[in-house]
């Protein structure tokens, strides 16, 4: 098991050279001698709540290096504060985090990847992990696409974050000093506290935001009372202080199920679909859908073999690209 190390013990901290930054992403020891220009391809997908998200999908050879950029920096140890991203937590944890506070506040940052600027993450770099200045921009040009982060790839939600670190460090400690509870689960910021929290506290947050060219979603922000029904990330806190899963997503488990247990509409894919949102939903109320969890134990070897055939198929898929690109290869290059 990889374990998370301070940012100084990092075989980025301080990098300088191209040859070595080439090697620890698995590239030719060469690669970083000449300017590569990276591809990506762009969808919309829909938003829980309407509107639509723009995906950028990059391509599959610079997908390869960011995964393995992100292995990286990823081991750079986080503040508790932080729950998205964190191996073993999840939006659940950070409802859970904030469910004995009788006072809860939330607040999106708006279009947080699009506002995040090439310069932040470059300062990142070179201020930060204090690398030389060609090895900045390089990393800058891999994670960054039309001068901010796009949406879609294995390194925007880290990349995001370490870029605004000390901003989101400022507002824990502000926060901390005021006794209310912060964390951070992506855009998403939650304080909590047995005392009421002061209304201004969203100008505040805003002003530091603003300086770093980031905004509140004001629709989205929500200051909720001791005894009402709160949403985080997700998740219902009800007055009880019990975890509750979302009315829509309760509704979607429902019709999902109701396909399911129909013949015209069933299929194994829908089956598989189910059983990974009750999955979900059991993280939030444990027994929650009696009779759908009694439906899928009575299918859980069909679930069983569909996923194993489905790892079977990404396995022979993966050989095939191997085997392509050990074909497509130079004389040279084997």
């Known amino acids: ?21 080439a090697i620890l992403l698995g590239l030719p020891n060469n690669y970083f001698k000449k300017v590569h220009q990276y591809k990506y391809s762009e969808f919309y997908e829909d938003k829980p709540n309407g509107g639509k998200r723009r995906i950028n999908n990059p391509e599959e050879k610079l997908k390869k290096i960011q995964k393995k950029l992100f292995k990286l920096l990823n081991r750079i140890e986080k503040p508790i504060w932080v729950i998205s991203g964190v191996k073993g937590k999840s ?15 939330t607040i999106d940052i708006e279009q947080f990847y699009d506002s995040t600027k090439e310069i932040y993450v470059y300062n990142f770099f070179n201020n930060v ?14 994670v960054t696409y039309e001068g901010r982060i796009p949406t879609g790839t294995p390194t925007s939600q880290l990349i995001a974050f370490l870029s605004y670190k000390d901003l989101f460090t400022i ?26 929290i002061p209304k201004n506290i969203k100008n505040k ?39 509750k899963l979302e009315n829509k997503k309760r509704k979607g488990i429902i019709d999902l199920y109701k396909e399911c247990i129909d ?32 439906y899928l134990t009575k299918h859980k070897n069909e679930i069983k073999e569909y996923n194993k055939e489905q790892v079977k198929k990404k396995k022979i898929i993966k050989k095939i690209i191997e085997r392509k690109k050990l074909n497509n290869k130079k004389p040279n290059e084997l």
């Open 1 to 21: 098991m990889n374990k998370e190390y301070s940012i100084e013990k990092s075989p980025l901290y301080r990098l300088r050279n191209k040859k070595k930054l």
């Open 263 to 294: 013949n015209k509409t069933f299929s194994i894919e829908k089956l598989v679909k189910l059983n990974g949102k009750m999955n979900d939903a059991r993280q939030v109320e444990q027994n929650i859908f009696p009779t759908i969890s009694a």
């Open 129 to 142: 992990m204090k690398m030389s200045t060609n090895i900045s921009v390089i990393l800058t040009k891999i």
């Open 171 to 196: 507002i824990y400690e502000r926060c901390k000093a005021k006794g209310i509870l912060f964390s951070l689960y992506v855009d998403d910021i939650t304080l909590s506290s047995n005392k009421i």
């Open 91 to 105: 939006y659940v944890d950070n409802a859970k985090l904030h469910q004995l506070n009788a006072n809860i506040c």
């Open 205 to 243: 947050i805003n002003y530091l935001l603003n300086v770093r060219g980031l905004n509140i979603k004001k629709s989205k922000t929500k200051f909720y009372a001791k005894k009402s029904n709160k949403s985080v990330t997700g998740i219902i806190i009800d007055y009880k202080k019990q975890l």
